[in-house]
């Protein structure tokens, strides 16, 4: 079995394309040179740090535990991500770590319950954290979608609100829009699978050497995995960020725009 | 009194008083137009009628009922409200109406639009398909299948050419003719000369006149003068 040995030599030659990045970023202006090179030293500490966290963590000699708090870390940063991302939303920690945690809490369950892969450190771990990921992203989408949709449709909400609808009949058809909007990407990747790209677990797997057709069954799983949660996490996200914009005496709160960012 | 206001404090984003109401008493009838330079607090006093906004202070009645009393989807929908830009939802005139109650029949909803001058025909139009003028007719119609008590219009006319203005204004007045109470937020004198039964007039956040449209135009308060010199004669 050929494996994909990065050496250390082989990890300062892909550095040469960072190279190239800086160079065109000096030659065309961007100024983006000490972003790039601040960018690239940074996800090289971070990984060796993860890295060196991660195999003591995954260790099979170490109890389970262990990585169970690892995951607990992980939905409770990515909470804190979604929070700082949507400012504008009241209480939107405690709803970003319920939607978050509920879907890796159910995928995991179904992942492992199901025998779908084996419950070790080592594939708890990288499975909760695709998933994790995931959601994040989508909640922050979902999050972000549902304020701009109430902003730019106030008129709107406002109106049906004076005609005597409950706030969350103002809001239906604005949620199922936002709702939609945040699920699009994950069903277009999902579609475009295998023909523009190859996902992340599979890449890996074969560089790793494994068979391609045991990497596209371990891909298709954890696409199918992350699928559901992220639908899961932005359906949530949707209603509960809906919720949260208005008060309980159906009035749509203030959504000032966010200062101007040079 | 149709709507009463006691003490009533409305305080902006940054903690100023957008708006401070001693003790207001509007007429049960007839057209009382609110008028007042923009920002004098005009529409902020429109939406506490129907709760779209609350007071930091004070007290709102409605037929001598504390708002706060009352609930609030049934407030709306005893307080019809109609904006300043026409608001179009999707699809016909009649998916429009039903909006504001899903079993109304085809037979209300005509009766409905004939009450604001439209021709029955318009219930199988386009909402998108209107001019400004027939959408803030149908917006009325609206308003008006809940059945209302009281209606609320907040500058409705702004948006729309004179000839339209005008068809509002009368569709408006003969709805107070038949018992309508109407609260008419404007800033724009003329139209309250030719409407209004009674007036109140905002300044800074604080009722600077209250009376007959004739009083408001023969006073020399130095507030209200500088308001009445800026309006087009």
Redo the contacts between chains.
């Keep these: 079995m050929t494996t994909a040995d990065v050496t250390t030599v082989g990890l300062i030659a892909s550095l040469l394309l960072v190279a190239v990045a800086i160079t065109l970023s000096a030659s065309q202006r961007l100024g983006l040179e000490r972003d790039i090179i601040w960018a690239t030293v940074r996800s090289l500490v971070q990984l060796l740090f993860v890295g060196a966290i991660l195999a003591f963590v995954i260790d099979p000699e170490q109890p389970l535990i262990l990585s169970w708090g690892w995951v607990i870390a992980m939905v409770a940063f990515a909470g804190v991500v979604v929070r700082r991302r949507t400012p504008e939303i009241p209480a939107l920690l405690p709803l970003g770590l319920l939607a978050i945690g509920a879907a890796a809490g159910v995928t995991l369950v179904v992942v492992f319950g199901l025998g779908v892969f084996p419950l070790e450190g080592r594939t708890l771990v990288p499975l909760a954290g695709m998933m994790i990921g995931n959601s994040m992203n989508a909640t922050v989408l979902a999050a972000r979608r549902v304020v701009d949709e109430f902003r730019e449709h106030r008129a709107e909400v406002e109106a049906r609100l004076a005609l005597g609808q409950s706030s969350s009949q103002a809001s239906r058809r604005h949620l199922r829009s936002a709702l939609r909007t945040a699920l699009t990407p994950q069903i277009e990747t999902t579609k475009a699978v295998g023909l523009v790209f190859l996902p992340g677990a599979m890449t890996g797997l074969i560089l790793a050497g494994v068979d391609p057709i045991e990497a596209v069954r371990v891909q298709a799983a954890i696409m199918y995995l992350i699928l559901g949660s992220v639908a899961t996490t932005a359906t949530v996200m949707t209603l509960g960020v809906g919720k949260r914009l208005f008060t309980t005496d159906h009035r749509l709160i203030d959504l000032p725009r966010p200062a101007e960012r040079s | 009194m149709v709507f009463e206001f006691d003490n009533v404090v409305m305080s902006g984003?940054n903690g100023t008083k957008r708006l401070s109401v001693a003790n207001l008493r509007l007429p049960a009838g007839g057209m009382t137009v609110i008028v007042g330079p923009s920002g004098a607090g005009k529409s902020t006093l429109l939406r506490l009628c129907?709760?779209?906004?609350?007071p930091v202070e004070g007290i709102v009645r409605f037929h001598g009922r504390s708002l706060t009393d009352i609930g609030?989807?049934?407030l709306?929908?005893a307080v019809?409200?109609v904006?300043q830009?026409p608001?179009r939802?999707a699809g016909t005139v009649f998916d429009n109406l039903r909006?504001?109650d899903p079993d109304l029949d085809v037979a209300a909803a005509a009766i409905l639009l004939q009450r604001v001058g439209l021709d029955p025909s318009f219930v199988d139009r386009t909402a998108d398909e209107l001019s400004g003028g027939e959408a803030q007719r149908m917006?009325i119609a609206?308003?008006l299948?809940?059945d209302p008590e009281a209606l609320l219009m907040d500058e409705p006319t702004s948006s729309l050419d004179p000839s339209a203005t005008r068809t509002i204004e009368n569709q408006a007045l003969a709805l107070t003719a038949a018992g309508m109470p109407i609260l008419w937020v404007t800033h724009d004198t003329a139209q309250m000369n030719r409407i209004a039964s009674h007036v109140v007039c905002l300044i800074n956040g604080r009722v600077a006149y209250e009376g007959t449209a004739a009083g408001l135009m023969a006073s020399d308060e130095p507030g209200i003068a500088a308001y009445l010199a800026e309006q087009p004669s």
Excluded: I, P
């Excluded at chain 2, 129907?50 to 609350?54: P, S, T």
């Design positions: 984003a129907n709760r779209l906004e609350v609030v989807l049934q709306r929908r019809g409200m904006f830009e608001v939802f909006e504001a917006c609206r308003a299948v809940t």
